[in-house]
Structure formats: C-alpha cells, structure tokens
C-alpha cells in the first residue's frame, strides 16, 4: 500500500514479504518473498552475509522493466533454530518458588543491562517511556499498584499517551530490560527460551500477568487490547 | 516462514482473516539509473522510531522520521503486534533496518548513496485508508523533495 503511494510519485520500490498470502493480494509493484519468520525480514541477527544476500536480491528487483513482481528467496537458510511463532505468557507455567520481589530482583536485572549496553556499543531495546532505568524500581511500584486495583497513574505519562498504552510502554521497557539481562548472561540463549525464563521463572513475569488481568476484565477494548499486548 | 502451515492455529487464522487490501494492478514507476547510481531510502512498516520520539501505539497511523546517518542505538521500535519474536532485534537492528548493510553498499559503490531520512509507520494495521490517503503520499512527497530515487519497503 505504501509501495503504491511511493511509485505514484514516482519513487521505485521494492517492498521484503513475509506473508505471500497478502503480498499477493496487495500486489505491490516489487516483493521479494523471504522463508523466514516474523521478527526476522533478513534472515538472521549478526549474520551479514544472509543480510546481504537478501538485500542484494530485493535491491536487483528494482532494475526489473515491469511489473508487478513477486520472486522467492531461495529457501536455503536453515532456520530451524527459529520458532514459527513467539512464546506467549498463556503458554507457560510458571515455576514453583518464584521470588515475589521484582522491585529486588529489577534491581539485579539492571546490573546484567548495564553489562549488556556495554557490550553493545550501548544498543538497548530499552528506553519507550523515557523514564531511566535507574528509576524504574517506580514504574515496577506504579505497575504492582495497577495490578493491585489501585487507581494510579505516573507524572512521566504523556497527555498524549492514555493510561492503558502507557502501561503497555512500561511494559514493553520492563520486559526489554530483562530480555537484554538475560542475553547478557546467556548470549546464546534463543527467543523462545528467554520468553520461557521471563513468563516461568521471574517475579516481572508474574507482576506483568497481573497487570494484564486487571487490564483484560474491563470492558473497554482499548484496557482489553492493553492487555494482550502485555503478555506477550 | 512464516509459512502458514507451520504457525499456531490461532495466529495462522487471524493473519488469513486479515484483511489485507486486494488489488488487479499495481502502479510501476521503472527505475531511472543503474542501482550504482540510486539513492535509497528505508520505508519501514515495524513501528521503529528515534529515542525520545513518541512511541506509536495501536492503529497510529502517523509516521515517524528517521535520519539516515542515525546510530543503531538510538532506534527503538514501540511495535504492538503479538506475532513476532523481539530478541532478533533486540541483537541486531539490521535484520528488521539494514543501516549498516546500506551503509556498506554505498561505501562500496554498489548503490549510489542514501537519502537523508528514512521513514517508519506501524505496522499489522487493520484500518489503512488514512495510510493510503494521507501517511503514505505525505511520505512519498517528502521522499520526491529529498531526492530519493528508490525505497526498500521493509516489515519486522
């Protein structure tokens, strides 16, 4: 659809697919299907090489004389190691003996951030709210206290931004925290197995499907649209 | 991959229910240079944007900008979607926003260089016509000003 804007004014596209069922009935002017998953549009992480196979293929689709075209990517990536589609928090019990402290245990996740920024070139994932992570043992109260019933709200909230998409920022940045923690001390570590480790074993996994309860038994759609996106 | 018969039930019907915009024919504007001599932009559809900037929420249908010569760092990506896997690019940007891919193919005369802004909207949204009648023609035009020649149109 965007394509279509852009080649309108003029602007030759080539548009990454996903799903070759849309990309087929949207019928933008270039696609180049890839075989792998969401979250993965060239193929895999600190792998240039697949990076540049697939951008050199999309890239030479715009030299084609007509349109529109849509060509596979040659399906021989392995990506076995990528599951289809991500853990959600419905799909994990959590463990026995989970401490019940997240303010005390974000504490000590933030220690394995800071290592993981560093490593990174300071790369995080963390940051939507705007609110550091040296003050989020607040967001962790503000969340427990939503989770709890209480009618709350933070002063770092933008007019712009209502209540339930604010939680869903803290959300996604408490979550970040602890997916970067994690992959500090466990580099290795697929997605699938972090997701397992934050919903099963983590007080902030916990905490997050309070908060998504609360959130999910009101009747407004947008507190109910809050909700699936927390706990995921 | 996602191969539809490979996904959960759940996610593999809501993505054949979507109601994906069905078309007959497709505007084609061929490209007037060789790759060597064009300069790109990156149009992405996963809801990045620069730190600091408003994050987008569900069904936003605004863009936001994003300076071409940005570091990796300050790109956040505040997307709503349950159906995809946040650690590829939590390790690395480039497999969503290939900047430093780009950047190596202009260093290396593959393409001609890169446009001075990429743009991102949200992506999986299910009402659209605000992005066909106004996100996506405000970008365009921006692009046409920028003397873009060409976009790599990418989703998360």
Redesign the interface.
Request: charged fraction near 15%.
């Given at each position: 659809m965007l394509a279509r804007s852009l080649e309108t004014a003029g602007i030759a596209t080539v548009v990454i697919s996903l799903v070759r069922e849309h990309t087929e009935k949207v019928k933008p002017p270039r696609a180049l299907w890839v075989p792998f998953p969401f979250g993965h549009a060239f193929g895999k992480p600190h792998d240039p090489q697949i990076q540049h196979r697939v951008l050199s293929t999309a890239l030479g689709l715009l030299t084609e004389p007509n349109g529109p075209v849509l060509q596979d990517f040659p399906d021989d990536v392995s990506t076995d190691h990528q599951p289809s589609a991500p853990v959600q928090a419905s799909a994990v019990a959590p463990i026995a003996n989970i401490p019940d402290d997240p303010a005390m245990e974000g504490t000590q996740m933030r220690l394995y951030h800071e290592q993981w920024r560093g490593r990174n070139g300071g790369r995080t994932a963390f940051g939507l709210t705007g609110i550091p992570a040296t003050r989020f043992r607040g967001v962790v109260r503000f969340l427990q206290q939503f989770a709890d019933g209480v009618d709350v709200d933070m002063p770092e909230r933008p007019p712009a931004v209502d209540l339930p998409n604010f939680i869903r920022l803290c959300a996604d940045d408490l979550k970040a925290m602890y997916y970067e923690a994690r992959l500090a001390m466990k580099p290795e570590m697929q997605g699938e197995d972090v997701a397992r480790w934050f919903w099963g074993e983590t007080a902030a996994g916990q905490l997050l499907r309070r908060v998504r309860d609360r959130l999910d038994a009101s009747e407004n759609p947008s507190w109910k649209a809050a909700a699936f996106a927390v706990a995921r | 991959?996602?191969?539809?018969d490979?996904?959960?039930r759940i996610?593999r019907s809501t993505?054949?229910t979507?109601p994906?915009?069905?078309?007959?024919?497709?505007?084609?504007?061929?490209?007037q240079m060789?790759?060597s001599a064009?300069r790109?932009a990156i149009?992405t559809?996963a809801g990045l944007h620069v730190?600091?900037d408003?994050?987008f929420?569900?069904g936003d249908p605004t863009f936001r900008i994003i300076p071409s010569n940005i570091s990796?760092?300050d790109v956040?990506?505040?997307h709503?979607?349950?159906?995809?896997?946040?650690?590829?690019?939590?390790?690395?940007?480039?497999?969503?926003f290939?900047i430093?891919?780009?950047r190596?193919?202009a260093s290396g005369g593959?393409?001609g260089g890169l446009a001075p802004n990429f743009y991102s909207?949200m992506g999986a949204m299910r009402k659209?016509s605000r992005?066909?009648k106004e996100?996506?023609?405000a970008?365009?035009?921006r692009?046409?000003n920028e003397r873009?020649?060409?976009?790599?149109?990418?989703?998360?």
């Open positions: - | 991959m996602p191969r539809l490979r996904l959960p996610l993505l054949l979507f994906a915009q069905v078309n007959d024919t497709a505007p084609f504007a061929p490209l060789p790759l064009c790109l149009v559809t730190r600091g408003t994050p929420i569900g990796a760092a956040l990506q505040s709503i979607s349950l159906g995809f896997d946040r650690t590829p690019i939590i390790r690395d940007l480039n497999v969503t290939p430093d891919r780009l190596e193919l593959q393409i909207i659209t992005i066909e996100t996506g023609p970008i365009a035009e692009l046409r873009a020649d060409a976009a790599l149109i990418t989703p998360t």
